[in-house]
């Protein structure tokens, strides 16, 4: 079955941290490249990072710049999404996508809210 599954949400204080997974199967996830997206009550859907397929290259929005790191493990078909220095801004459900050449895959999402 083919198939993103997200994990690792929850509820965090500011300044805490979370690290998000972005599990694959029922296809190469190797050749993906691989995004995570955000999306607040409300508002539109963010773009927050993107890694290749083999992790060479990895860009972020301005707004995670710093604080949140992108990787990711092909023999464990997983990206990983490191958040540090949470905000309550960044509350948000949180989805990542899977893309090689017409095929987009998406997962279900995660919700992360950060407050006090």
């Known amino acids: 079955q083919v198939q993103l599954v997200e994990s690792g949400g929850g509820l965090v204080q500011p300044g805490g941290s979370l690290r998000l997974s972005c599990a694959a199967s029922?296809?190469?996830?190797?050749?993906?490249?691989v995004s995570w997206y955000r999306q607040a009550p409300g508002q539109g859907r963010e773009l927050v990072a993107t890694i290749t397929s083999t992790g060479g290259t990895t860009t972020y929005a301005d707004s995670v710049k710093g604080r949140f790191t992108i990787s990711r493990d092909n023999a464990k078909n997983t990206v990983y999404l490191q958040m540090n220095s949470l905000k309550p801004e960044d509350t948000a459900v949180y989805s990542c996508?899977?893309?090689?050449?017409?095929?987009?895959?998406w997962g279900q999402g995660t919700q992360v809210t950060v407050s006090s």
């Open positions: 996508k899977a893309v090689w050449r017409i095929l987009t895959r």
């Open positions: 029922g296809f190469t996830f190797s050749s993906y490249t």
